[in-house]
C-alpha cells in the first residue's frame, strides 16, 4: 500500500552525511520526495512509496549511518498523493 511520511530527524544529523545516504537509500528502494536540512540543525525528510519501504528507510536513518546520532523522529504519516519524481536533497 502506497503511503506518505513527513519526518523530522532530530539529533547529529547536519554535517554528517545523512542527506546523501538517505537520497542514497531511498532511490535504492525507489522512494520519491525529499530530504534537507532545517535551520533549528534538525533534518526534513518526506517520503512517498511502499509502506514496508518507507518503514526499511526509516530504520536505516536510525541505525544505519555512520557519522550520524538520531535521537528522535518526529513522523507524520498520510496517504501517498504522487506529488514527487524521484528523491532530491532540497535546499
Do not use: T
Request: glycine letters at 10%; aromatic letters at 10%; hydrophobic letters at 40%.
Amino acid at each position: 500500500m502506497e503511503k506518505r511520511v513527513h519526518a523530522v530527524i532530530y539529533g547529529l544529523v547536519q554535517g554528517v552525511g545523512l542527506r546523501y545516504s538517505v537520497l542514497r537509500k531511498a532511490s535504492e528502494l525507489g522512494l520519491s520526495g525529499y530530504v534537507k536540512n532545517l535551520p533549528d540543525g534538525s533534518v526534513e525528510m518526506v517520503a512517498e512509496g511502499e509502506e514496508e519501504l518507507i518503514k526499511e528507510l526509516l530504520e536505516y536513518i536510525e541505525r544505519g549511518i555512520r557519522w550520524a546520532r538520531v535521537e528522535k523522529i518526529d513522523l507524520e504519516w498520510s496517504e501517498c498523493q504522487g506529488k514527487y519524481r524521484g528523491f532530491e536533497i532540497a535546499f
